[in-house]
């Protein structure tokens, strides 16, 4: 696949502030002028060196070229018309402005290649972001999905953090994860567990029996003597719920993740499992007797918020951690993607707009 290549100079400021390149020419204008006016005396045409030094943080090598271009000339017609042009000291004084405007331009056309790779790398991590974690559909069945993405790292497309949907005969299956380790083999075990969820969950085995599967994709993968060094480091929490197109009952199991939480009429409750499973990828090779189903009341109108824990463990400026059953209970609106989008604005907010860990949320409302 060809990306596309971007030009030098297409993402610098004054191409969407043009009138930023008044900045450079006026200082160049001002210092003449004044230099003219203070007389033979005082020199300040050095002074224009600042014209394309302010050009090299608002433009791109081109523009910094012409604005140096313009300084040195400037610098020759003030020499000329104080008669100095051929005296040592003056041309050592044009010879330092032309050098330091050749350096910014230099300076800028390799900044410029090196932005070039950079959004290279984000377009292609854009693409594998959603090949690996696909948007889920607003609508899937009786159900309506919301869900949210939200690197901790401004650079950062890909996480460890994770959620898949599939719709299956009479019923829909959804999961959460979040994988426990770090870098690619984090990207690795999110891709794998999401490949293995997606292929499996449509064919409808028993819920223990699909969760059991995927721990056992994440184990034997660990397990694996090219696995690498940090591979021991990870496992996946992850909740996987079971809602069936009719009845007022999910299905959830639970693998160290944390509560769902289900709204209904201002209440928030945390759908709670009494015996939580262990996180997938840890406690050997499983089957599905070794994971069991507990049910839940879900009605018409309910709201069920699954989450990562990067939203419950992000702090404010004094270490709270950020209260999101609390929060929730507070929440009129019915929707779930105006809930996703409260909860989004509430926790910017609440940390001041940073996170220190990657955030997925999906919300599911059952419509009538």
């Known amino acids: ?51 394309p030094a302010i050009t090299a943080a608002i433009g791109g090598p081109r523009l910094t070229a012409v604005i140096g271009a313009l300084a040195v000339g400037a610098e020759v017609a003030l020499s000329a018309i104080f008669g100095r042009l051929t005296t040592a000291d003056q041309q050592a004084q044009i010879g330092a402005i032309l050098a330091v405007s050749l350096f910014l331009v230099a300076f800028r056309i390799v900044f410029e290649r090196h932005e070039q790779t950079l959004d290279q790398t984000r377009l292609v991590a854009d693409v594998a972001q959603k090949v690996l974690l696909r948007p889920l559909p607003s609508r899937i069945g009786p159900l309506r999905i919301a869900s949210l993405y939200i690197a901790a790292e401004a650079e950062a497309r890909i996480g460890g953090d994770l959620y898949a949907a599939v719709r299956a005969r ?50 034997w993968d660990v397990a694996e003597p090219t696995a690498g060094p940090d591979a021991d480091e990870c496992f996946v929490t992850a909740a996987v719920l079971e809602i069936p197109d009719r009845g007022e009952q999910i299905q959830l199991i639970n693998c160290g993740h944390p509560s769902p939480l289900l709204v209904r009429d201002g209440e928030v409750t945390p759908l709670a499992v009494r015996e939580p499973s262990l996180p997938l990828g840890l406690g050997g090779d499983l089957t599905e007797d070794d994971y069991a189903c507990e049910p839940f009341a879900y009605r018409d109108g309910d709201l069920i918020l699954i989450f990562t824990d990067g939203v419950i463990e992000a702090r404010d400026a004094k270490g709270v951690f950020y209260p999101l059953a609390e929060r929730l209970a507070a929440y009129k609106d019915s929707g779930p993607q105006e809930l996703i989008d409260h909860v989004h604005a509430d926790l910017l907010a609440h940390t001041g707009g940073t996170l220190n860990d990657d955030v997925a949320l999906v919300a599911i409302q059952r419509c009538p």
């Open 1 to 51: 696949m060809r990306l596309p290549h971007r030009p030098l100079g297409q993402g610098q400021p004054w191409r969407h502030r043009p009138g930023l390149i008044a900045v450079p020419i006026g200082l160049i204008v001002a210092i003449m002028a004044v230099d003219l006016v203070t007389g033979a005396d005082i020199h300040l045409g050095p002074l224009l060196v600042v014209a």
């Open 170 to 219: 009479q019923g829909t299956r959804i999961m959460i994860g979040d994988v426990r380790g770090k870098g690619l083999a984090a990207v690795g075990d999110a891709a794998l567990l999401l490949g293995a969820f997606r292929a499996a969950a449509h064919r409808r085995p028993p819920l223990p029996r699909l969760v059991a599967h995927l721990h056992n994709t994440v184990y």
